[in-house]
């Protein structure tokens, strides 16, 4: 029996390390399939999507840019030529008071809108209140047989108010557009127009510089005033006003009032 005991230990030696050898061999094979280096059940297949990388950081939203500051309150978009030549012209106009508006009367400014003018469409066939549609409105149309001269209707982007108006041509639409004189005729009068000839007062009176189609009512509310005494709605257009009004009164020898010529003074010191 003793003789015995050392051989089934051997036998049974033998078979543990097969058996751990078998299982260490299995354990390898296995492994073989594992992802190295990542986390998980050991053993778990790998797929080809486990092999892509990971996915980058989502993006964060690009700043927002940043908000512009506000421009002027009197201020245009760059490059107004009125407004370079307004500010030449500004200092070399008169400072006076205003005269008597003794004696004024629009017939002494020529027949409304006519078209024997020396400037600007003058003697073109169309009278000037067409002339002004014409350049200032939107999809016009026009009357047949007129050669292009009648406007019948339009679309305005009214330069005070800044507000969209369709024109229509009738008696009880047509008044919803009118045109300016942006250096009031009366005004003028008092400013030096007395002064003038009847051709150049007819001139002044249609000028397309000193023309502009307006708001109705817009027109009505500026009456005859000056700078100094009312300025658009809409601020964005106050320099190209003001600009007129100052190339209008050198261009005819008119002055201006103190009051007059400092709001003016202030108007161009915002203008872009």
Not at 166 to 192: C, M, N, P, Y
């Amino acid at each position: 029996m003793a003789s015995r005991t050392p051989r089934a230990t051997r036998t049974t030696r033998v078979t543990v390390v097969s058996v751990l050898a078998i299982l260490v061999l299995a354990g390898l094979g296995r492994c073989a399939d594992v992802e190295p280096g990542m986390g998980g059940d050991i053993g778990m297949p790998v797929s080809s999507s486990s092999l892509a990388p990971p996915p980058p950081p989502p993006m964060s939203d690009p700043a927002a840019p940043p908000v512009p500051e506000p421009a002027p309150p009197e201020a245009i978009p760059p490059g107004d030529p009125l407004v370079a030549s307004a500010r030449l012209a500004l200092p070399q106009l008169e400072v006076k008071g205003r005269a008597p508006k003794t004696g004024y009367d629009r017939d002494l400014f020529g027949q409304a809108w006519s078209d024997d003018v020396s400037v600007e469409f003058g003697r073109n066939g169309c009278d000037t209140r067409n002339d002004i549609l014409r350049r200032d409105l939107h999809d016009i149309t026009v009357r047949p047989g007129t050669r292009d001269c009648v406007v019948l209707t339009g679309v305005l982007y009214g330069p005070y108010t800044g507000e969209r108006i369709e024109f229509e041509r009738g008696q009880d639409t047509s008044t919803a557009v009118q045109i300016d004189h942006v250096v009031a005729l009366s005004d003028a009068w008092q400013k030096g127009a007395q002064q003038l000839t009847a051709d150049q007062r007819r001139d002044l009176a249609n000028d397309p510089l000193n023309l502009l189609a307006v708001a109705g009512h817009a027109n009505q509310s500026k009456s005859d005033g000056d700078a100094a005494t009312w300025l658009p709605p809409r601020r964005e257009f106050r320099c190209s006003m003001v600009s007129r009004q100052i190339l209008v009164k050198e261009r005819y020898g008119l002055w201006v009032t103190a009051a007059e010529h400092e709001a003016m003074e202030r108007i161009l010191t915002g203008c872009g």
